[in-house]
């Protein structure tokens, strides 16, 4: 791949590393948020920084000097002796206490130094001792909280991140490819199922000899540690601590093996029972007849399934969810793809929280072949953005000059508003109208009650002006769970009132999950999938909200933002008076963007 920009994101980590630490030690919040501000910018620029000297580093946004210093040490040497000083001062134990959900820096500074706290299951223990709830800002709610948290890190435990994986593997699919005498090489298992946390990758490759294949797995450069290695099969562990691994199989097997690889294991075992009972036996190997043994086919997946009377099922369907049955009876659904996507509907800039200008973002944006292109940044009640009235609408000047230069991409001026504990958001409806559309988001307040968080979210489904719930459970996989909300009662007010759910697509996120959009679609909902993308490289990051759209089952007409821009903007303007200049602008070529 060569394009992902890893020092980035290993100086992104660092600096916010540096943050939580200075947070722990009582360090003043003003740095502490400027590091974070760079530590974001720095892992959201699009070219590797490693390359970049003093001088060019000071030029991004929020990285000053004390920053680029640290950062040309970092590459330097190594490592940061400022950052080496700090995590010399705070025992590892507490170190690993920030990372568990809800608690944070603040709190486990507060656990350490009042309780002398320094591990995970110290707190439990101090929890369950009932010895939290008596410190400042800690209480019986803050508890079960940090118990939730506790669960939820373990449950994630060693499984990476989607997107982690999904480069890992496309580097090592790439170097493997190249080697004399492979014929075919591909990712199997969880991750050619965009399951949204992978255990280990899966790595298939067919050769006649797969000596010079293992050979140079073995040897590739993310090597850490060889666990196994073996004529059919060698299992590496990676520096990060992700096992991967590699399959070599006779051309002939490929189909069979591919089958068998990807999974699931319940999938699987539901297919071997279909052979079962045609006479035949299903293994890695190929399908056999069951009475002679022997080999019926093998070489392709589409000829292995077409052998047992069925159509090929696309693997994020492979779950064991009702696809066999559904394929039997000629009933699986044509489900979406990222070609079919048309546009981006969630996306930052500068402004507010994103890292690239609305210039670069827009530019990117066309590359990428879009149609049409929201720029959605935050609304004022994210105080940390400072946004107001007219910085938003200074905004909307600049995008509809854009619109001039773009002519084959629609512009829409959005916004993400936030939904506030009762439902309201930040901006009265008149001014809401002027926007070509919002999406609506929980940011704070997450532990509300379960009835509260219902009322709050369908209240903001009844707005006329909301027209997407951003990340509509706030789930942070590993780190934050989903709020606490009759997603069912959520689903019928998003199809009474015209209200798409979002599937956001940072891998981080991936909310709605794939089992709530089964459930959703019931209900007859449509879902729009986004990038949130922060930075100009994050628009790529559709691929996972497709994925995980696909292991929802969802086909082109359920996702608004594959419809032409006729019957998306029918959709858009969902309750919404109609003035007099949008029914003259839906005439004119400007289109959205100059509307308002
Ligand atoms: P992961 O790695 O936990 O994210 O999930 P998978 O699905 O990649 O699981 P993994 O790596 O253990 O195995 C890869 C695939 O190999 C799995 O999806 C199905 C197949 N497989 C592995 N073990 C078995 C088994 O005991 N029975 C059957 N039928 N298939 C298996
Ligand atoms: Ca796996
Ligand atoms: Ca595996
Ligand atoms: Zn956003």
Redesign the pocket.
Known sequence: MGVMARPNDEVEALLQEYADLLSITGGDAFKVRAYERAARAIGGHHEDVSALDAQALRALPGVGRSVAEKVAEFFRTGRVQAIEDVRARIPAGVRQLTAVPTLGPKKAAVLYHDLGISSVEEMVAAIHDERLRDLKGFGPKTEENILHGVELLQQAGD?ALLDVAWELAAEIVDELSAVTGCLRCTH????R?F?E????I?ILAAAEDSGPLMERFSRLSIVDEVVAAGEKKTSVRTSKGLQV?LRVVPPQAWGAALQ??????AH??RV?EMAVHAGLKLSEYGLFDADTGELVVSETEEKVYQRLGLPWIAPPLREDRGEVEAAARGGLPELVTERDIRGDLHTHTDLTDGVSSLEDMVRAAAGRGHAYYAITDHAPDMAMQRMSEEKILAQRARVRELADEYPRLRLLHGTELNIAPDGEVDWPAEFLAGFDLCVASVHSHFTQSGPEMTRRLVRACENPCVNIIGHPTTRLIGRRPAVDADLGEVFRACARTGTALEINSAPDRLDLRDEDILHAKRYGVRFAINSDAHATQQLGLLRYGVGTAQRGWLTRDDVINTWPWAKLRAFLRKGRERDSASKHSKHSKRGAAGRG
């Open positions: 499984r199997a298992g969880s991750l199922r399951r946390t992978i255990g280990d899966d691994d068998y690889f990807t999974g699931s294991k699987n075992i071997r």
